[in-house]
C-alpha cells in the first residue's frame, strides 16, 4: 500500500531560525495536505497542494509539491513560539483518503 | 459553526473489554472518517462513510473492530474485546464531500488506555 515517510522526526530551533520538514511518497499523489498539531491537540488543516510543481505561501510558511507529486515540503521562516506542535503531511487519493507521515516534531526555544 | 463532536474524552479498560466511541460531524458533512493515532505516529485512518455507506475500511481490523453510522450522521466505533495495542487516540474527522479538495475537520479524539 501507499507509503508516507517523513523527515526528520524531530526538530529544534532557536526563535527566529527558519524550519523545513520533507515528504515522501512512494506513490504518485493525487494532493498532498500539510497538517499541524499543537501538544494535546488534534490535526488541524493547513493547505492542500494539488498540482505538479506547484508552491503556495501563507504568511511565513511557505508549502511545495514536486514536479513529480510524490514529494512534498513545508518551510518556516524565522520560526516563533506559536509554532511549536507537530507537522503531518498527508498524501490524498482522489476519492479522498489521506496517508499521513510519521510528522515532524518542532520544538522552538526562545 | 460547531466543530465535530467525540465522546467520551477519555476511557481506562482492561484487555479483552469491549468500549464503545460515538462521534457526531459537522453538520451537512456527508463524509466521517474514524483514525487510530498511536503515540509518536500520525493518524492512520480505520474506516471512511459517505453518508451511511462504507467507501474504505481496508484498514479495519475486522475481526475486532467495527463501525457504523445507520442514519448517515453519527457514528460509532467499536472494539471488542480489546487488546493492549489498542491503546491510543480515536480521531474522528469530517468533510462535505468525498474527493480531494474537501478539508478534514477532525474532532478532539477519545484517548484510550487498555491495561
Known amino acids: 500500500g501507499q507509503q508516507v515517510m517523513q523527515i526528520p522526526q524531530y526538530q529544534h530551533v532557536q526563535e527566529g531560525e527558519d524550519f523545513t520538514t520533507y515528504c515522501n511518497s512512494s506513490?504518485?499523489?493525487?494532493?498532498i495536505q500539510w497538517y499541524k498539531q499543537r501538544p494535546g491537540g488534534h490535526p488541524v488543516f493547513l493547505i492542500q497542494?494539488?498540482?505538479?510543481?506547484e508552491v503556495k505561501k501563507q504568511k511565513r510558511l511557505t508549502f511545495q509539491f514536486g514536479e513529480a507529486k510524490k514529494n512534498s515540503s513545508l518551510h518556516i521562516t524565522a520560526t516563533q513560539t506559536t509554532d511549536v506542535g507537530t507537522y503531518f503531511c498527508?498524501?490524498?487519493?482522489?476519492?479522498?483518503?489521506?496517508?499521513f507521515g510519521q510528522g515532524t516534531i518542532l520544538t522552538v526555544h526562545p | 459553526e460547531a466543530g465535530v463532536a467525540q465522546s467520551p474524552r477519555y476511557k481506562i479498560i482492561e484487555k479483552r473489554q469491549s468500549v464503545a466511541f460515538w462521534c457526531n460531524p459537522i453538520?451537512?458533512?456527508?463524509?466521517l472518517y474514524w483514525y487510530q493515532q498511536i503515540l509518536g505516529q500520525g493518524p492512520k485512518l480505520l474506516i471512511q462513510?459517505?453518508?451511511?455507506?462504507?467507501?474504505?475500511d481496508s484498514q479495519l481490523p475486522k475481526d475486532r473492530f467495527s463501525a457504523e453510522r445507520l442514519k448517515g450522521v453519527d457514528s460509532t466505533l467499536k472494539i471488542q474485546p480489546a487488546k493492549l495495542e489498542d491503546s491510543a487516540v480515536y480521531l474522528c474527522?469530517?468533510?462535505?464531500?468525498?474527493?480531494?479538495?474537501?478539508?478534514?475537520?477532525f474532532g478532539p479524539g477519545t484517548r484510550l488506555t487498555v491495561l
Open positions: 506513490t504518485t499523489l493525487s494532493n
Open positions: 497542494l494539488v498540482k505538479s510543481g
Open positions: 453538520s451537512g458533512h456527508a463524509t
Open positions: 474527522a469530517s468533510s462535505l464531500g468525498v474527493g480531494s479538495g474537501n478539508t478534514q475537520y
Open positions: 462513510f459517505q453518508n451511511n455507506g462504507v467507501v474504505d
Open positions: 498527508a498524501g490524498g487519493t482522489s476519492y479522498g483518503k489521506l496517508t
